[in-house]
């Protein structure tokens, strides 16, 4: 063996040694299995291969190659779909999910068995009916129960809605703040609800996770200070007008305020009949849109209904309720029923999308389920994604609220092309009801 062979060989060993130590370190560093799978793929792909192909160059000859590269082989074939399917099943049995992790794409998509597994990731114990809502109506004579089926089987269609008892307003500020505050006073003096304004400061707002430059750590903490003062004062505005606008209100109001990691501030605001957060803004009170804004994290996070508010609204007269094939849009029905908002509102149920019986069925059990409970919902006329502005903005425009399980209804690659109604009606309506 030459000498060259020998030093590559040699090479290839040290850096797949070094790919397999750094994984090892992974595995003890990161936070939930999701994560650390990542760090496992890279030991057994990346650090095996190259181990792998410095044994065969060191023992050298045809053979060693061959049986070298078909190793490699097999762990690129078999490492993505052995790590696939553990991380299906770390999902539907439930694993943490590490804080940092902001949105759950597969919330109504797979069914999970989430429990209590820490304070920054608080959820309700998914019941069958949610389980079920990923499970399309199958066209093929086998009857697959469908989400709102399920959620018929648990929940009795004349239990009344239990009225708002315990109510958190989130106080990051905002141009939408004095919006949120007044709606949230308006619903808890309607309900006889205690009413807790909470003003919450990340601490760790502003701060890199990343790798900074040499000479850049006094830069990066500057900023992250600002960032922080600018989130102190938004909050204390918020905070004074809360104030003013409860001097006079007649029920239980009282003011709470926490500090530290996200993940811990957002837990104060867990285990309420209905959270009242303001729209277009993050948990620090800066301008955000569509999954970063405060609305969404909550609702991925399960931290029960969300309501979030762009304008205040006397009296809501309509309510719109999008449904497409697929989504999660019985979630949004049941969190209309508990929360017993709007009850004397008129809800439209509008399909989304080409007219199919799996639609057609969706859309007649929501109406069902909701009239069953009180509510004076019936189907609307339906939604062309494919259409223009002009012709959806008549069909949602004119609502004061809408029900919804997200705040963007895109699910495929393609739909990033067409006209998102729910996207719509969450930047034009001033209501919107989130799970």
């Known amino acids: 063996m030459s000498a060259a062979i020998e030093i590559l060989a040699g090479l290839a060993i040290l850096a797949g040694s070094f790919v397999v130590g750094t994984a090892a370190l992974g595995l003890l560093r990161l936070r939930d299995p999701f994560l650390r799978m990542h760090a496992a793929t890279k030991a057994g792909v990346v650090g095996s291969g190259l181990i792998v192909i410095g044994a065969a160059l060191a023992i050298g000859g045809a053979a060693a190659l061959v049986l070298g590269v078909l190793c490699v082989v097999f762990l690129l074939v078999t490492s993505p779909i052995a790590s696939h399917a553990l991380g299906r099943a770390a999902y539907v049995s439930g694993a943490p999910i590490a804080p940092e992790t902001f949105a759950d794409a597969l919330g109504g998509i797979l ?3 989430v429990f209590d597994i820490a304070p920054g990731r608080t959820t309700r114990s998914r019941n069958p009916g949610d389980a079920a809502s990923a499970l399309p109506l199958i066209s093929s004579g086998v009857h697959v129960m469908t989400a709102l ?7 009795s269609p004349t239990a009344a809605a239990a009225p708002l008892r315990s109510m958190t307003v989130w106080l990051p500020g905002g141009d939408c703040q004095d919006a949120a505050i ?18 919450a400061l990340d601490s760790t707002a502003g701060e890199r996770a990343e790798m900074v430059p040499v000479g850049g750590l006094a830069w990066s903490k500057w900023l992250g200070d600002r960032a922080r003062l600018a989130q102190r004062e938004r909050s204390a505005l918020a905070l004074a007008a809360f104030e003013t606008h409860t001097r006079n209100a007649r029920g ?12 811990r501030v957002l837990a104060h605001a867990a285990g309420n009949d209905l959270i009242v957060v303001p729209a277009f803004v993050d948990h620090a009170g800066r301008n955000a849109h569509d999954a970063e804004e405060l609305a969404a994290k909550f609702s991925a996070r399960g931290a029960g209904p969300v309501l979030r508010v762009s304008r205040p609204v006397d009296t809501v007269r309509r309510v719109v309720l999008p449904v497409s094939v697929g989504d999660a849009s019985a979630r949004a029905v049941q969190t209309l029923i508990r ?3 709007w009850r004397d509102a008129a809800i439209g149920v509008v399909p989304v999308g080409a007219p199919t019986d799996e639609l057609a069925l969706t859309v007649a059990r929501h109406v069902e389920l909701l009239g069953a409970h009180g509510f004076r919902a019936a189907e609307t006329p339906a939604i062309d994604p494919d259409a223009d502005r002009d012709s959806i903005e008549p069909l949602l425009a004119r609502a004061d609220a809408c029900v919804a399980a997200g705040l ?22 001033s209501l919107f009801l989130l799970p």
């Open 111 to 113: 069914p999970r068995n």
């Open 149 to 155: 089926e399920s959620s018929r089987a648990f929940e």
């Open 182 to 199: 007044r709606t949230a006073i308006a619903l808890a003096d309607a309900n006889g609800a205690k009413l807790v304004g909470l003003s």
């Open 252 to 263: 239980d109001v009282t003011l709470r305020h926490a500090e530290g990691p996200l993940d």
């Open 339 to 341: 929360t017993g908002l």
């Open 408 to 429: 963007i209804g895109r699910r495929g690659a393609f739909d990033v092309f067409r006209l998102d109604p729910v996207e719509f009606a969450a930047a034009r309506v």
